[in-house]
């Protein structure tokens, strides 16, 4: 297990929200500035410890890369919790929160750290990596996610899949860095109109999220009709009417990763060739 949860001991917090000095170590902890724009450490653990923003958290943490994360955090009072139930480790599109620590002591010399926190955000993860020289600590960039977006039913998500598949959605399964992700595009020459990405880490829900390419509007218009189609098709007795889906209960994501990849590529080739 990565932590021993603990029954929440309140939060230091004064009255304007700022931490509060702390006894001992941890009396440095104050916000500051992350070397990169959202990314912080996470922290995974195989129950679903917070399922909602305003949660609280307690935690006694004594993993190295964990007690690593808590002495990073006297600077920047901030992780990722991720719930993880296979193999502690997140993927694109995989959902957690954002937890701002209003507390933390350390304990036995500094080996292990009691910590609290609250979730402020969803967060679903962007990117992730490992620290190098930090017993395995992972970072992970995210996107702060909305909590007014319904999750869906995990059963619903699976049949949306398959629904989907069937209107021609291509499958991102030879992308190694997202567990589960779909794309619309009118034929393999073309960058793709619309990728969705499932979120399937909490158990029985789903969360879906969408990127899109800068594309015309009439290819961004039949990739959003064969969407509305597919989940008609696949919960046709759904809260969510198709009509509505995309815009209630899909999250909206910045872009389109694989085209800013392809243009960062691009950007990368062209720069070569001046150097020839």
């Excluded at 440095?28 to 724009?37: F, H, I």
């Excluded at 990596?129 to 017993?135: L, S, T």
């Excluded at 085209?259 to 960062?264: G, K, P, Q």
């Amino acid at each position: 297990l990565k932590g021993q949860a603990l029954a929440d001991r309140g939060t230091r917090v004064s009255a304007s929200g700022a931490l509060r000095p702390m006894s001992g170590e941890g009396a440095g902890l104050v916000p500051g500035a992350a070397l990169e724009p959202d990314v912080l450490p996470v922290f995974y653990y195989n129950d679903l410890l917070i399922d909602r923003v305003g949660g609280t958290i307690g935690l006694n943490l004594f993993e190295p890369r964990y007690v690593a994360m808590c002495q990073r955090m006297r600077h920047l009072p901030f992780f990722l919790f991720m719930p993880n139930y296979t193999d502690y480790h997140c993927f694109m599109g995989d959902v957690g929160f954002v937890i701002r620590v209003t507390a933390l002591s350390p304990q036995r010399g500094g080996s292990t750290y009691s910590i609290s926190g609250v979730a402020e955000s969803l967060a679903a993860v962007a990117c992730t990596w490992v620290e190098p020289d930090a017993n395995g600590l992972h970072h992970a960039k995210y996107w702060r996610l909305s909590s007014e977006v319904p999750q869906l039913v995990a059963g619903e998500a699976h049949a949306l899949l398959q629904a989907l598949a069937a209107r021609g959605w291509k499958s991102d399964s030879e992308n190694v860095d997202v567990r589960c992700a779909m794309s619309f595009r009118e034929s393999e020459s073309e960058c793709e109109a619309l990728r969705l990405i499932f979120g399937f880490n909490w158990p029985g829900r789903a969360f879906v999220m969408a990127t899109q390419s800068p594309v015309t509007d009439s290819r961004r218009a039949l990739a959003e009709e064969t969407l509305r189609e597919a989940w008609a098709a696949a919960c046709p007795q759904s809260r969510i009417r198709p009509e509505a889906f995309l815009r209630a209960a899909v999250h909206r994501l910045p872009v389109s990763l694989g085209d800013l990849a392809c243009r960062r590529l691009e950007d990368l080739r062209q720069g070569l060739l001046g150097l020839v």
